[in-house]
């Protein structure tokens, strides 16, 4: 493809292409994006976010999405919605974990021609504007033949970092070598090809069986490798390194864009929440002293056993610091289940102190000028999206890229740190009194304002984010 090099080479966009913000009212769109995220909070946040900053640039957009998690169209006037059957069977959707889901889900599409008559007529649509391509998430393989056998191009949004499309890539590598699966002596050996990992950072789940999770990253790892192009969610400046050996290693692509953090690149602050936000926790935090409250919140699938959840409870009361918790129900997206029981006498012991809610309007409340402090399961959006605020995060991991997160924030960026072991109330009493009140904490809470005014730079009008999405919109464009 001729146009390659001149899409990689070079920091400047095509000065060919009109950087627009918006357009005029009757102005046409030039193209149609497609976009189809995998049916997960944490995936379905940043593919929305993308597709507002490509409408931002005067593309108008189709989102495709599973019936699964079904998103909500009335979120986003601006865009066109079409669902998809996707046949994920029902028990799967009810009690399997996200890698069953995935695996159930991708089999289910395969077999049936659904999507390709899904993607086949949305395309032939002549009363919208032409299609480009169809951005997917990686663990949409499925789609992606779906979309080939229909002649359309594919562009993959990863949603985790740069470092964690990195271990995708190498995770044959991995089992050849003998890091993974990882084995407890060798928690700590450090991995020389990725650096500045150590086995225990690698991707990797005690909840899952091994193998599945193998055959996932397979799987996203194809459809990375058959793609047109791929759009990481992280800053060029705070991985890269990592981004680097991601464009040696798929030198083949003709883009390979750091456009993060894309919840700041979208004017509108909506993703699109599978539970009910609860805005009342913004009155409550205007109430609370600046810098003192730790919001705490584990994402939307990481778990914790009933002992744990016990724990933390009583830390949080014992440390005596104001807290805003989120309690969610076992599942996101599950809004029958119920939240885990609060036990006796916690609420009147945090009384005007502490609230706990089901589930946060999470990126309102790290901008809230009250929240000085984030124990967070180390998910890539909440560090993301903490380090856009420049709040210092006590980092809990469970499971997958969580533990490569935290390695970063703690040894790389320096921004937080680590509770390992048991979880035992005495111990986070202290960790947070660490994050909140000591000399270590302040450093870690420079060193994340530092971050936040790195992220602000990269949003400026010539920041490295900014151009990445004018260069994804000029190959766009030349589709
Ligand atoms: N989130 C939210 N409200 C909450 C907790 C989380 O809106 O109460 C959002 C959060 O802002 C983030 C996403 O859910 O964008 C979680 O993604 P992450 O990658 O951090 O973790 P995951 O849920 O995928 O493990």
Same mark, same amino acid.
């Given at each position: 493809?001729?146009?390659? $090099?001149?899409?990689?080479?070079?920091?400047?966009?095509?000065?060919?292409?009109?950087?627009?913000?918006?357009?005029?009212?009757? @102005?046409?769109?030039?193209?149609? !994006?497609?976009?189809?995220?995998?049916?997960?909070?944490?995936?379905?946040?940043?593919?929305?976010?993308?597709?507002?900053?490509?409408?931002?640039?005067?593309? =108008?957009?189709?989102?495709?999405?599973?019936?699964?998690?079904?998103?909500?169209?009335?979120?986003?006037?601006?865009?066109?919605? !079409?669902? !998809?059957?996707?046949?994920?069977?029902? @028990?799967?959707?009810? /009690?399997?974990?996200?890698?069953?889901?995935?695996?159930?889900?991708?089999? =289910?599409?395969?077999?049936?021609?659904?999507?390709?008559?899904?993607?086949?007529?949305?395309? %032939?649509? @002549?009363?919208?504007?032409? !299609?480009?391509?169809?951005?997917?998430?990686?663990?949409?393989?499925?789609?992606?033949?779906?979309?080939?056998?229909?002649?359309?191009?594919?562009?993959?949004?990863?949603?985790?970092?740069?470092?964690?499309?990195?271990?995708?890539?190498?995770?044959?590598?991995?089992?050849?070598? #003998?890091?993974?699966?990882?084995?407890?002596?060798?928690?700590?050996?450090?991995?020389?090809?990725?650096?500045?990992?150590?086995? /225990?950072?690698?991707?990797?789940?005690?909840?899952?069986?091994?193998?599945?999770?193998?055959?996932?990253? +397979?799987? %996203?790892?194809?459809?990375?490798?058959?793609?047109?192009?791929?759009? *990481?969610?992280?800053?060029?400046?705070?991985?890269?390194?990592?981004? $680097?050996? *991601?464009?040696?290693?798929?030198?083949? &692509?003709?883009?390979?864009?750091?456009?993060?953090?894309?919840? /700041?690149?979208?004017?509108?602050?909506?993703?699109?929440?599978?539970?009910?936000?609860?805005?009342?926790?913004?009155?409550?935090?205007?109430?609370?002293?600046?810098?003192?409250?730790?919001?705490?919140?584990?994402?939307?699938?990481?778990?914790?056993?009933?002992?744990?959840?016990? @724990?933390?409870?009583?830390?949080?009361?014992?440390?005596?610091?104001?807290?805003?918790?989120?309690?969610?129900?076992?599942?996101?997206?599950?809004?029958?289940?119920?939240?885990?029981?609060?036990?006796? #006498?916690?609420?009147? +012991?945090?009384?005007?102190?502490?609230?706990?809610?089901?589930?946060?309007?999470?990126?309102?409340?790290?901008?809230?000028?009250?929240? #000085?402090?984030?124990?967070?399961?180390?998910?890539?959006?909440?560090? &993301?999206?903490?380090?856009?605020?420049?709040?210092?995060?006590?980092?809990?991991?469970?499971?997958?890229?969580?533990?490569?997160?935290?390695?970063?924030? $703690?040894?790389?960026?320096? %921004?937080?740190?680590?509770?390992?072991?048991? &979880?035992?109330?005495? /111990?986070?009493?202290?960790?947070?009194?660490?994050?909140?009140?000591?000399?270590?904490?302040?450093?870690?809470?420079?060193?994340?304002?530092?971050?936040?005014?790195?992220?602000?730079?990269?949003?400026?009008?010539? #920041?490295?984010?900014?151009?990445?999405?004018?260069?994804?919109?000029?190959? *766009?464009?030349?589709?």
């Amino acid at each position: 493809m001729s146009g390659v $090099q001149d899409m990689r080479d070079g920091d400047g966009y095509n000065s060919g292409v009109h950087r627009r913000r918006g357009r005029g009212p009757h @102005e046409p769109c030039a193209r149609r !994006v497609l976009v189809f995220p995998l049916p997960f909070q944490g995936h379905i946040d940043p593919m929305l976010h993308l597709a507002c900053a490509l409408h931002a640039r005067g593309l =108008a957009v189709t989102v495709l999405h599973t019936r699964f998690n079904a998103l909500n169209p009335a979120l986003h006037p601006e865009f066109r919605f !079409v669902e !998809v059957p996707d046949g994920t069977p029902a @028990e799967v959707a009810a /009690k399997g974990g996200i890698i069953d889901i995935i695996l159930a889900m991708n089999a =289910a599409m395969e077999a049936s021609t659904t999507v390709r008559d899904v993607l086949a007529s949305v395309v %032939a649509d @002549e009363g919208q504007p032409r !299609v480009s391509c169809l951005f997917i998430d990686a663990n949409l393989l499925a789609v992606q033949k779906a979309a080939a056998a229909v002649g359309l191009p594919t562009m993959v949004l990863r949603t985790g970092s740069a470092a964690c499309l990195g271990c995708f890539l190498a995770y044959p590598m991995l089992h050849e070598k #003998g890091y993974l699966p990882p084995q407890e002596s060798q928690l700590y050996t450090p991995v020389p090809e990725l650096p500045p990992l150590r086995v /225990k950072d690698l991707i990797f789940s005690k909840h899952c069986n091994h193998e599945m999770v193998r055959r996932v990253l +397979a799987r %996203a790892t194809e459809t990375v490798q058959n793609c047109s192009g791929v759009v *990481i969610n992280t800053i060029e400046a705070l991985e890269p390194d990592e981004m $680097q050996r *991601i464009r040696d290693e798929l030198a083949d &692509l003709p883009v390979v864009l750091a456009a993060g953090p894309l919840h /700041k690149l979208s004017s509108k602050s909506t993703g699109s929440s599978l539970l009910d936000q609860d805005y009342s926790c913004i009155k409550w935090l205007d109430t609370q002293r600046s810098g003192s409250v730790l919001y705490v919140s584990f994402g939307s699938l990481a778990s914790m056993d009933a002992d744990e959840f016990l @724990e933390v409870a009583w830390g949080l009361a014992d440390s005596g610091h104001p807290f805003l918790w989120v309690v969610r129900p076992k599942k996101v997206g599950d809004a029958e289940s119920e939240s885990a029981r609060l036990p006796d #006498g916690f609420e009147e +012991a945090v009384e005007g102190r502490g609230m706990v809610i089901r589930w946060a309007p999470q990126r309102e409340v790290l901008a809230h000028p009250a929240v #000085g402090g984030f124990w967070t399961h180390g998910g890539w959006n909440s560090t &993301l999206e903490g380090i856009s605020e420049g709040i210092p995060m006590i980092c809990r991991p469970d499971a997958i890229d969580q533990m490569m997160n935290t390695r970063y924030v $703690q040894d790389v960026w320096g %921004a937080g740190f680590e509770l390992e072991g048991e &979880l035992e109330r005495g /111990k986070i009493k202290d960790t947070i009194e660490k994050l909140m009140n000591e000399r270590e904490g302040a450093e870690m809470r420079e060193r994340a304002k530092q971050l936040s005014r790195m992220v602000a730079d990269c949003l400026e009008n010539s #920041g490295s984010s900014q151009i990445a999405i004018d260069k994804l919109v000029s190959y *766009i464009l030349s589709l």
